[in-house]
């Protein structure tokens, strides 16, 4: 059973930091593109960053040179630095991988940003 397993989500105030890790399986993290979503409430789920197995990451206009997205093939786990937060930051967080037409997603983890 595949499972991404995702921490690092809180509350922290505007201009702080925080940084999600996603964890998974070598199958499926040294194939996959891995990717970090976001849905607040009220609003459809957005994609935040991905970045393919080779390494290539691609981000939202909303948070680029805020966010920066990685992953450490030791650790089979993909992380989400972000800093200068807003709180139109605010939501809950998913961890996704995907290869093809096969689509594998985290719990969620919630991010509020607030004063």
């Known amino acids: 059973q595949v499972q991404l397993l995702e921490s690092g989500g809180g509350l922290v105030q505007p201009g702080g930091s925080l940084r999600l890790s996603c964890a998974t399986s070598?199958?499926?993290?040294?194939?996959?593109?891995m990717g970090w979503y976001r849905q607040a409430p009220g609003k459809q789920r957005e994609l935040v960053a991905t970045?393919?197995?080779?390494?290539?990451?691609n981000y939202a206009d909303s948070v680029k040179g805020r966010f920066t997205i990685s992953r450490d093939y030791a650790k089979n786990t993909v992380y989400l630095q972000m800093n200068s937060l807003k709180p139109e930051d605010t939501a809950v967080y998913y961890c996704?991988?995907?290869?093809?037409?096969?689509?594998?997603w985290g719990q969620g983890t919630q991010v509020t940003v607030s004063s």
């Open positions: 070598r199958s499926i993290f040294s194939i996959y593109t």
């Open positions: 970045i393919t197995g080779g390494g290539a990451p």
């Open positions: 996704n991988a995907e290869l093809r037409f096969t689509t594998y």
